[in-house]
């Protein structure tokens, strides 16, 4: 399975922008798909994900409000709509898909709980 993001770039405080992910590689059981971030020295964290069959979501607190996650079954892709971003959502974005077994209520910020990774897209917002 391979996932391709794209969509980052360069936004000043305040702004939008919106990061996709495409999953591709023959025939693959997908339970999530989602987001996570990592900013320069700091660990890989949760951001969002959404199931794949009921479309339900989660997200971390700090984007609760400004990023919104959605899907695409027929096209196996995942977007993330950012709005009203701030410096501290400068990060690279990682999409993921959990093809195993759902993560489950006390896995989504888990690394472990997913099993495919795609190669981030660095999303900057200047201040």
């Known amino acids: 399975v391979q996932l391709q993001a794209s969509g980052g770039g360069l936004v000043q405080a305040g702004g939008s922008l919106r990061v996709s992910c495409v999953a591709s590689?023959?025939?693959?059981?997908?339970?999530?798909m989602g987001w996570f971030r990592q900013a320069p020295g700091k660990e890989r964290e949760f951001v969002a994900a959404?199931?794949?069959?009921?479309?339900?979501?989660q997200y971390a607190d700090s984007v609760k409000g400004r990023l919104t996650i959605s899907r695409d079954n027929g096209k196996n892709m995942v977007y993330l709509q950012m709005n009203i971003l701030k410096p501290e959502d400068t990060a690279v974005y990682y999409c993921n898909v959990a093809g195993t077994r759902p993560p489950g209520s006390k896995g989504w910020a888990r690394t472990t709980s997913y099993d495919y990774w795609g190669q981030g897209t660095q999303v900057t917002v200047s201040s």
């Open positions: 590689g023959g025939t693959f059981t997908t339970y999530s």
């Open positions: 959404i199931t794949w069959t009921l479309g339900s979501i």
